[in-house]
């Protein structure tokens, strides 16, 4: 299970537009435009840029449990999407390595790990229950499991302050100490930021909160992000994702705003902030105005923003209606990267343009071989591979003329010559 229960038709609703009263009528192009006068070409908030330096434009693409591994990362980025995070993976999948595999209710370690040179720049997110388990989490991350083993992994998350910097051998190793001084990642090629999860709605383990659940007790997820903050180096950015609130009594909408202010008091560089309770999972509309007043009232903040953005037109709307510096673009781009490019079309002044038949073919063909790259490891990968590119091919279906035979056809899909043939039959392609 991961952020998304298995039976998402019980949990989501069909796509639907955020409440955000009068925001249907704001003009994309005018508010691209308005940002590359504010900001210069990419219209990013320059504080954003400056923490990294890739962060070129503002949205990028959400961590989505069981779909963003590196294959749908590395396409997102072939579209002009500046930044990826990874899905949720838990602090204790995280420090079991190996071993952790087969109990993971969540991501997997595969879909976690940067995706070769073009996988960057990457953020890589963190749930869990413990504050000295997630600091050991993050640790891992950040150094990608290099710099020690398994075990001292592990005991990192036994010590009282485990510290990332520390245990790099500053001093001793001067590319390391380099590499941080110079605000890079101790480890070559590794995470741009780690982002902790308050946000998922997955149900707690072991009465333990985590994700989302964590808006209920803040006083614990204050001391997880100040272990987390405390062990990754400080050149490297912690960021937030939150829902709003977890649900809508006073109470709780409090919680959220002492836990948003505290996130920042820690030293975190922003907070994404989803606007849907926890409570209400992924069904009805996300409310904008919360993240608005968040804006207004803080003013000297990075906020992002996530919750409805079903095409380019409301990545712009929602900058223009909330004042978020960047956008998380989650379902909105599953079979559809190209909002990435219609949204750099908008940056740079022109029409969006929609894919044709030969850049959809093109897609497909890469996304399945990368898929196939990314599980290499898997017994049967092209079985895998195949089962797992169904859901991304009937999503892609929807730029198809004939959308619903082709998304019928892409259900059946059991290896890469059933996937050919469809691309084949409906995309004119050649067999290889
Ligand atoms: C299938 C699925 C998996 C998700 N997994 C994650 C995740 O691992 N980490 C995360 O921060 N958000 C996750 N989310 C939440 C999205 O990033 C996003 O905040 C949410 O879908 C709202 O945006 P949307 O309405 O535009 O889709 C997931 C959402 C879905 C639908």
Same mark, same amino acid.
């Given at each position: 299970?991961?952020?998304?229960?298995?039976?998402?038709?019980?949990?989501?609703?069909?796509?639907?537009? =955020?409440?955000?009263?009068?925001?249907?009528?704001?003009? /994309?192009?005018?508010?691209?435009?308005?940002?590359?006068?504010?900001?210069?070409?990419?219209?990013?908030?320059?504080?954003?840029?400056?923490?990294?330096?890739?962060?070129? $434009?503002?949205?990028?693409?959400?961590?989505?449990?069981?779909?963003?591994?590196?294959?749908? *990362?590395?396409?997102? *980025?072939?579209?002009?999407? %500046?930044?990826?995070?990874?899905?949720?993976?838990?602090?204790?999948?995280?420090?079991?390595?190996?071993?952790?595999?087969?109990? =993971?209710?969540?991501? @997997?370690?595969?879909?976690?790990?940067?995706?070769?040179?073009? &996988?960057?720049?990457? #953020?890589?997110?963190?749930?869990?229950?413990? %504050?000295?388990?997630?600091? =050991?989490?993050?640790?891992?991350?950040?150094?990608?499991?290099? +710099?020690?083993?398994?075990?001292?992994?592990?005991?990192?998350? !036994?010590? &009282?302050?485990?510290?990332?910097?520390?245990?790099?051998?500053?001093?001793?190793?001067? &590319?390391? $100490?380099?590499?941080?001084?110079?605000?890079?990642?101790?480890?070559?090629?590794?995470? =741009? $930021?780690?982002?902790?999860?308050?946000?998922? %709605?997955?149900?707690? #383990?072991?009465?333990?909160?985590?994700?989302?659940?964590?808006? *209920?007790?803040? @006083?614990?997820?204050? !001391?997880?992000?100040?272990?987390?903050?405390?062990?990754?180096?400080?050149?490297? %950015?912690?960021?937030?994702?939150?829902?709003?609130?977890?649900?809508?009594?006073? !109470?709780?909408?409090?919680?959220?705003?002492?836990?948003?202010?505290? $996130?920042?008091?820690?030293?975190?560089?922003?907070?994404?902030?989803?606007?849907?309770?926890?409570?209400?999972?992924?069904?009805?509309?996300?409310?904008?105005?919360?993240?608005?007043?968040?804006?207004?009232?803080?003013?000297?903040?990075?906020?992002?923003?996530?919750?409805?953005?079903?095409?380019?037109?409301?990545?712009?709307?929602?900058?223009?209606?909330?004042?978020?510096?960047?956008?998380?673009?989650?379902?909105?781009?599953?079979?559809? /990267?190209?909002?990435?490019?219609?949204?750099?079309?908008?940056?740079?002044?022109? !029409?969006?343009?929609?894919?044709?038949?030969?850049?959809?073919?093109?897609?497909?063909?890469?996304?399945?071989?990368?898929? +196939?790259?990314?599980?290499?490891?898997? *017994?049967?990968?092209?079985?895998?591979?195949?089962?797992?590119?169904?859901?991304?091919?009937?999503?892609?279906?929807?730029?198809?003329?004939?959308?619903?035979?082709?998304?019928?056809?892409?259900?059946?899909?059991?290896?890469?010559?059933?996937?050919?043939? #469809?691309?084949?039959?409906?995309?004119?392609?050649?067999?290889?």
């Amino acid at each position: 299970m991961g952020c998304q229960s298995n039976s998402s038709s019980q949990n989501a609703t069909p796509p639907a537009f =955020a409440i955000a009263d009068g925001a249907q009528e704001l003009d /994309p192009s005018a508010i691209a435009s308005d940002l590359v006068d504010r900001f210069g070409p990419g219209g990013m908030d320059p504080r954003v840029k400056a923490l990294i330096p890739g962060f070129d $434009a503002p949205f990028f693409q959400a961590g989505l449990a069981g779909y963003s591994d590196a294959a749908m *990362r590395i396409i997102a *980025r072939r579209h002009g999407c %500046p930044i990826c995070v990874t899905e949720a993976l838990l602090d204790r999948t995280l420090l079991d390595g190996g071993k952790g595999f087969a109990k =993971a209710d969540l991501g @997997e370690i595969h879909d976690n790990v940067p995706g070769g040179d073009e &996988d960057h720049p990457l #953020i890589g997110q963190i749930m869990g229950s413990d %504050p000295a388990e997630m600091a =050991a989490a993050a640790i891992k991350m950040i150094e990608q499991g290099k +710099l020690r083993s398994n075990k001292e992994y592990r005991k990192l998350a !036994e010590s &009282d302050e485990p510290r990332a910097t520390s245990h790099l051998g500053l001093g001793e190793d001067a &590319d390391h $100490a380099t590499r941080v001084a110079s605000g890079q990642s101790p480890v070559p090629s590794s995470f =741009a $930021a780690i982002d902790v999860n308050l946000a998922c %709605p997955v149900k707690k #383990i072991s009465k333990k909160s985590r994700g989302g659940h964590w808006l *209920r007790e803040p @006083e614990g997820a204050i !001391e997880i992000l100040q272990a987390v903050r405390d062990a990754v180096p400080d050149s490297i %950015p912690v960021t937030v994702k939150m829902r709003r609130s977890y649900d809508d009594t006073p !109470e709780m909408k409090q919680n959220f705003l002492y836990l948003f202010d505290a $996130a920042y008091d820690l030293g975190c560089a922003w907070v994404v902030v989803h606007g849907r309770t926890v409570e209400q999972k992924y069904v009805g509309p996300s409310r904008w105005d919360p993240l608005k007043e968040l804006v207004d009232r803080n003013p000297e903040r990075i906020i992002m923003g996530s919750g409805d953005v079903w095409d380019v037109n409301q990545i712009f709307r929602m900058i223009a209606y909330t004042g978020v510096s960047g956008v998380s673009v989650a379902r909105g781009c599953i079979g559809n /990267p190209w909002i990435f490019r219609q949204a750099r079309d908008l940056l740079e002044g022109r !029409e969006p343009r929609e894919p044709t038949i030969g850049e959809q073919r093109a897609v497909l063909e890469q996304h399945f071989e990368l898929a +196939l790259a990314v599980n290499k490891n898997f *017994r049967d990968p092209e079985l895998h591979t195949a089962k797992n590119m169904r859901k991304f091919g009937i999503k892609f279906a929807a730029h198809h003329p004939q959308a619903l035979e082709v998304k019928k056809s892409f259900i059946y899909v059991k290896s890469l010559d059933d996937w050919e043939e #469809i691309l084949k039959k409906y995309y004119g392609m050649q067999p290889i």
